[in-house]
C-alpha cells in the first residue's frame, strides 16, 4: 500500500487507500473465506470475522449485489445486500451511498456493517471483537445483530460455516 501511494503522488494520481486495494482484491462477489480475511483486515479479530463471514455467506453468500427481493412469507418485506438487511436497515443503507443495494460495492456494504455494529449493536460488536469469544457467545452476537431467530441452533449451517472457517484462518 505504501508503494501503491509513493508512486500514485510521484505520478500526480489520486492517492491510493487501504479500501481500494481490498475492493480490487475481493472484487464484488468474494468467496467466504476472503469475505473474513477482508473484515480482519478491517479490524475483526479471526473468530469474529469468521462468524460474520459465514452469516454473510448464509444470508447471500457474499452476493451483495443481487437484485432485492421480497419471500413474503416471513413478513420481513423487501430484502437486500450482504445480510439480507430489511426495513429501516436497508433504507439506511440506501440512504448513506444514495443508490440501491445493487449498485453498492461489498467493501462499502462491509462499511456500513462495521458501522452499525459499532453504534447500533454494541454488545453484538463488543463479543465479535473479542478475539476469545466463545461459540456460545458468538451465536448470541450473530443473532442479536442478525436478527434471525432460530429454533434449534445445533441444526443452524452458518455455524458450521464459522467453525469450518475459523480453523481455516487459524491454521494459515
Do not use: C
Amino acid at each position: 500500500l505504501a508503494l501503491l501511494q509513493q508512486q500514485s503522488a510521484a505520478y500526480g494520481l489520486p492517492v491510493v487507500t487501504g479500501r481500494e486495494v481490498m475492493r480490487a482484491r475481493i472484487g464484488d462477489s468474494p468467496n467466504a473465506y476472503q469475505g473474513a480475511q477482508t473484515l480482519m483486515e478491517m479490524g475483526l479479530p479471526v473468530r469474529g470475522a469468521a462468524w460474520l463471514s459465514a452469516s454473510i455467506q448464509h444470508e447471500s453468500g457474499w452476493a451483495g449485489q443481487r437484485p432485492q427481493w421480497d419471500l413474503g412469507w416471513d413478513g420481513a418485506g423487501t430484502n437486500g445486500g450482504l445480510l439480507s438487511w430489511n426495513r429501516g436497515r436497508l433504507a439506511r443503507l440506501e440512504a448513506r451511498y444514495g443508490k440501491k443495494t445493487t449498485q453498492i460495492s461489498t467493501i462499502q456494504q462491509l462499511d456500513f456493517l462495521m458501522d452499525e455494529l459499532r453504534f447500533s449493536y454494541p454488545e453484538a460488536y463488543r463479543i465479535f471483537m473479542n478475539p476469545q469469544a466463545t461459540d456460545r457467545q458468538l451465536i448470541r452476537a450473530s443473532k442479536i445483530y442478525i436478527g434471525y431467530n432460530d429454533t434449534d441452533i445445533s441444526q443452524e449451517p452458518r455455524y458450521d460455516t464459522a467453525r469450518t472457517l475459523t480453523s481455516q484462518l487459524e491454521n494459515k
